[in-house]
């Protein structure tokens, strides 16, 4: 699309955002954070807000191929973004595009843009002790939410996943945002095991994950053994050599499924949870037993142009929404910049 006949869609797109933000609120689109006091800002302004709202070309190019126009927008829904257009800004899946093919497809010459895209408030976890208790381990963990420094009071679905055993429990945070679960594994199961913990503050949900060591030796990083791709509803999952799969499930706020094989991929199921969804798998590679997660959509993530020089800080504008993906809400960030202008 031609830089003039895109400056025009923009404006278009911003003013139809506004007239659908003031009509349905955060659950689509967010105001954003942008104090912009001149029209290059704006200029920014609105092309975030395009690629909001935009499908891009082709519509559903988040399920294969690449972009040839940018927008992120869902395609059943133009207020929603899309699961797969998101996972594959992520640079750690097999399925992601890169920069280099965003910024073409986007067609905005001199502009320069970074995406990150996070949770809306922070899960932390921690194994705090474990007792031996004959045949099986007690496990004590504890839980922190907050949001901008501040604790949350919410509700928390846990499970655990260990070789082809899962276990669940939920409980609550205080008024410092903190809570406490356990759970007890058998010694027989021994391998990486990981803790998942889905976060609902008042309909909003977030997610933290934890690896642990249940009888072994500490888990290696992630990606050592398989790495993870959710795409169209399909985990693929890409295993190094000698490791093989044990169990594969999905998690989410108020469900849990063990995943069905296609081949070497497992169908991720289409939920109506308002959630992230965490996939899990565990497998054997000679004498250890490994466990590796992904997120779907596949956030945090960020991708684009490094913003991050002392050149380039102060030339930087970034604006912030609260999106959609799946009924699910994120906190979208983009930044901008443009080299010809600044340099």
Same mark, same amino acid.
């Given at each position: 699309?031609?830089?003039?006949?895109?400056?025009?869609?923009?404006?278009?797109?911003?003013?139809?955002?506004?007239?659908?933000?003031?009509?349905?609120?955060?659950?689509?689109?967010?105001?954003?954070?942008?104090?912009?006091?001149?029209?290059?800002?704006?200029?920014?302004?609105?092309?975030?807000?395009?690629?909001?709202?935009?499908?891009?070309?082709?519509?559903?190019?988040?399920?294969?191929?690449?972009?040839?126009?940018?927008?992120?927008?869902?395609?059943?829904?133009?207020?929603?973004?899309?699961?797969?257009?998101?996972?594959?800004?992520?640079?750690?899946?097999?399925?992601?595009?890169?920069?280099?093919?965003?910024?073409?497809?986007?067609?905005?010459?001199?502009?320069?843009?970074?995406?990150?895209?996070?949770?809306?408030?922070?899960?932390?976890?921690?194994?705090?002790?474990?007792?031996?208790?004959?045949?099986?381990?007690?496990?004590?963990?504890?839980?922190?939410?907050?949001?901008?420094?501040?604790?949350?009071?919410?509700?928390?679905?846990?499970?655990?996943?260990?070789?082809?055993?899962?276990?669940?429990?939920?409980?609550?945070?205080?008024?410092?945002?903190?809570?406490?679960?356990?759970?007890?594994?058998?010694?027989?199961?021994?391998?990486?095991?990981?803790?998942?913990?889905?976060?609902?503050?008042?309909?909003?949900?977030?997610?933290?994950?934890?690896?642990?060591?249940?009888?072994?030796?500490?888990?290696?990083?992630?990606?050592?053994?398989?790495?993870?791709?959710?795409?169209?509803?399909?985990?693929?999952?890409?295993?190094?050599?000698?490791?093989?799969?044990?169990?594969?499930?999905?998690?989410?706020?108020?469900?849990?499924?063990?995943?069905?094989?296609?081949?070497?991929?497992?169908?991720?199921?289409?939920?109506? =949870?308002? +959630?992230?969804?965490?996939? !899990?798998?565990?497998? #054997?590679? $000679? &004498?250890?037993?490994?466990?590796?997660?992904? %997120?779907?959509?596949?956030?945090?993530?960020?991708?684009?142009? =490094?913003? +991050?020089?002392?050149?380039? !800080?102060?030339?930087? #504008?970034? $604006? &912030?929404?609260?999106?959609?993906?799946?009924? %699910?809400?994120?906190?979208?960030?983009?930044?901008?910049?443009?080299?010809?202008?600044?340099?």
């Amino acid at each position: 699309m031609p830089v003039a006949s895109i400056d025009f869609a923009l404006a278009a797109s911003a003013m139809v955002l506004l007239t659908v933000g003031a009509m349905y609120g955060v659950n689509m689109v967010a105001e954003p954070f942008l104090d912009y006091d001149s029209d290059v800002q704006i200029r920014y302004y609105q092309i975030g807000r395009y690629i909001l709202l935009a499908q891009g070309t082709p519509s559903n190019w988040g399920a294969g191929g690449a972009p040839t126009d940018l927008g992120l927008a869902s395609e059943g829904d133009n207020y929603e973004l899309d699961i797969d257009k998101i996972s594959r800004l992520n640079p750690l899946n097999d399925y992601s595009v890169n920069y280099t093919a965003l910024w073409e497809s986007l067609d905005v010459e001199d502009v320069s843009f970074r995406i990150s895209v996070e949770t809306l408030f922070d899960v932390s976890l921690n194994l705090e002790d474990t007792q031996v208790q004959g045949e099986q381990t007690l496990y004590n963990f504890s839980v922190t939410v907050m949001r901008e420094g501040r604790p949350l009071v919410a509700d928390v679905s846990y499970y655990v996943a260990v070789r082809d055993t899962t276990q669940l429990s939920s409980g609550t945070t205080d008024g410092d945002g903190a809570g406490t679960v356990q759970f007890t594994l058998p010694n027989s199961k021994n391998g990486s095991s990981v803790l998942i913990a889905l976060v609902d503050f008042e309909g909003l949900v977030s997610y933290g994950a934890l690896s642990f060591a249940h009888n072994s030796g500490a888990p290696e990083p992630a990606g050592t053994y398989a790495v993870l791709s959710p795409m169209n509803h399909t985990l693929t999952v890409d295993l190094t050599s000698g490791a093989n799969v044990i169990n594969a499930a999905t998690f989410s706020r108020n469900y849990a499924f063990n995943l069905t094989a296609d081949g070497s991929d497992y169908l991720i199921p289409r939920l109506l =949870d308002p +959630s992230p969804m965490i996939s !899990v798998v565990t497998g #054997s590679n $000679a &004498s250890d037993y490994w466990v590796e997660w992904v %997120a779907y959509p596949q956030v945090p993530l960020e991708t684009g142009a =490094d913003m +991050s020089a002392d050149y380039v !800080v102060s030339d930087v #504008s970034s $604006a &912030s929404y609260i999106v959609s993906v799946k009924g %699910a809400s994120y906190r979208f960030i983009i930044e901008f910049r443009s080299p010809e202008e600044h340099d």
